[in-house]
C-alpha cells in the first residue's frame, strides 16, 4: 500500500494547479496520477521534430482571460508569446472574420448593400456593440432581419449541426440567437485584456507548474487500476465523475473529435491560423499550427476535426452536452459525491462542464481555497 497525503486523478491544468497548490502553500506531499503517457491533459503539445513546429495534440488551444489573478498565477511558469486569435470562416467559398463584424459585411454584399447595412446597424445598435442575431431578428426592420438570417443560414447553422450532431429543427433558438454580428472592424476572435500562447509551449508550461520536489508523476497509470492500492488524506478525481462511480446511475455523454494530422510539403497553406466550413465538407475547422507560435519551416502542418460521439475506449472525452437531462444526471452523480468524505471533484470532467483554460485554473484556485 502507497502512502500520500493528496492523490489527484489527471495531470490536466486543474490537477496540476492543485498540486502546485497543495505543494507549494501547504507543504504537502502530492502524488499525481495519469492514464495518458503525457503531462498536462488536453493542454498537451509537442514540436514535431521533422519540421519545428508546435503541434497541439488535443487541438488548438489560446489563452484568453480577464481574470488578472489567473493570468499572473500562470504567468510565474511561462512567458508569454503575444497572440490576437483571428479566426475565419469559409462562406460562399470566401473568407470572413468570424465573429461575422462590418468588414465581413463588406465582404459577402455589394458595395450598396453593405453600405446600407452597416449604417442602419450604427444607428440602431451604436459603434463596437456586439448585437446577438435573436435581438437583430426582433428589430423588425426587414434588412436587419434578412442580415439575422443570413448569419445564421451561412455561419451558425452547419457548424453548429456538424459539431454537435443534431438536427437543424431540434436547435434551440435561444442558444443559436446568441450568436452575435460584431459592430465593428476588430477582427479579433476574443476581446479579453489577456491572450497569448506560452512562449515555450503549454508542455513546458505545465512541466514547471508541478516541478516541485513534493509532486510526484505516475504517468500510465489508471485511477481504476491503483484505486485499491493508494492510501490517501484526500483525493482529489479531475476524470470523469461518472466512470468514478463506475456508471451506476448512467453515462454522461461527451461529443468527441476525430482530429487529423497532415503535413504538406509548402509552406504555407492557409491565410491564418484557423478556417471555420460551415458548409464545407465534413470537418468543421482546419488549424495551421505554425501560426500560434510564428514557427517557420518549409513544411506546415494541420489538423482536421471531424465532431463524433464520446465513445469509450476509442476516442476521447472533449465536450459535456449541455442538455437538461444530462445535468440532471450530473446533479444525482454530485449529490452522490457531496457524501463521500475528502473526496473532491473538479475540472472539465469532474464537474461536468465546458471550461476553457482560464475557467479550469480558476476552478482549482478556488477549490484549493475552499479546501485549506
Ligand atoms: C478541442 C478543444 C480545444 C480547446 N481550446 C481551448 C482554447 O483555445 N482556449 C481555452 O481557454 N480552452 C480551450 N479548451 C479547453 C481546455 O482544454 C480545458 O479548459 C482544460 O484542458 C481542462 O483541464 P482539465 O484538467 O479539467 O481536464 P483534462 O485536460 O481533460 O485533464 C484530465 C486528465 O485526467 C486524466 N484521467 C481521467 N480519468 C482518469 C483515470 N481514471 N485515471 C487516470 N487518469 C485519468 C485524463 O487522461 C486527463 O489527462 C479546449 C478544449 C478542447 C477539447
Not at 108 to 132: D, R, T
Request: a negative charge; aromatic letters at 14%; one cysteine or more.
Amino acid at each position: 500500500m502507497t502512502k500520500v497525503t493528496n492523490l489527484i486523478v489527471g495531470c490536466g491544468l486543474t490537477g496540476m494547479v492543485l498540486a502546485e497548490r497543495l505543494a507549494s502553500i501547504r507543504q504537502e506531499d502530492v502524488l499525481i496520477i495519469d492514464r495518458r503517457d503525457h503531462i498536462g491533459g488536453n493542454i498537451y503539445d509537442y514540436k514535431d521534430k521533422n519540421n519545428e513546429i508546435t503541434v497541439h495534440q488535443y487541438g488548438p488551444h489560446v489563452f484568453h482571460t480577464n481574470n488578472r489573478q489567473v493570468w499572473e498565477y500562470l504567468s510565474r511558469f511561462t512567458e508569454w508569446h503575444r497572440f490576437m486569435y483571428r479566426v475565419k470562416a469559409v462562406i460562399d467559398g470566401i473568407e470572413v472574420n468570424i465573429p461575422f463584424n462590418l468588414d465581413s459585411l463588406h465582404k459577402v454584399f455589394p458595395k450598396q448593400m453593405a453600405e446600407k447595412l452597416e449604417s442602419k446597424l450604427i444607428e440602431k445598435f451604436g459603434f463596437n456593440k456586439k448585437v446577438p442575431i435573436l435581438e437583430l431578428r426582433q428589430s423588425k426592420d426587414p434588412d436587419l432581419e434578412f442580415l439575422a438570417e443570413y448569419v445564421y443560414q451561412k455561419v451558425f447553422l452547419g457548424y453548429t449541426v456538424k459539431q454537435w450532431g443534431v438536427k437543424p429543427e431540434d436547435l434551440d433558438p435561444s442558444v443559436s440567437g446568441r450568436i452575435p454580428v460584431y459592430i465593428s472592424r476588430d477582427d479579433r476572435y476574443f476581446q479579453d485584456k489577456y491572450q497569448g500562447i506560452p512562449a515555450e509551449g503549454y508542455t513546458a508550461m505545465a512541466d514547471k507548474i508541478i516541478s516541485h520536489p513534493l509532486i510526484k508523476v505516475r504517468l500510465k497509470t489508471d485511477f481504476r487500476e491503483i484505486r485499491e492500492q493508494i492510501d490517501c488524506e484526500r483525493l482529489f478525481f479531475t476524470g470523469a465523475i461518472d466512470e468514478y462511480f463506475d456508471y451506476e446511475l448512467g453515462r454522461l455523454p461527451y461529443r468527441s473529435l476525430d482530429i487529423v494530422f497532415k503535413t504538406y510539403d509548402k509552406e504555407y497553406l492557409q491565410s491564418g491560423p484557423q478556417l471555420n466550413f460551415p458548409e464545407n465538407y465534413d470537418y468543421t475547422r482546419s488549424v495551421e499550427y505554425k501560426y500560434y507560435l510564428d514557427e517557420h519551416s518549409s513544411r506546415t502542418i494541420l489538423s482536421y476535426e471531424y465532431p463524433c460521439p464520446y465513445e469509450e475506449g476509442k476516442n476521447e472525452r472533449y465536450y459535456p452536452i449541455p442538455e437538461e437531462k444530462n445535468q440532471k444526471l450530473f446533479d444525482a452523480y454530485r449529490e452522490k459525491a457531496t457524501r463521500l468524505k475528502n473526496v473532491y471533484f473538479a475540472g472539465r470532467l469532474g464537474d461536468y462542464k465546458y471550461y476553457n483554460m482560464d475557467q479550469t485554473v480558476e476552478r482549482a484556485l478556488n477549490l484549493f481555497e475552499e479546501v485549506k
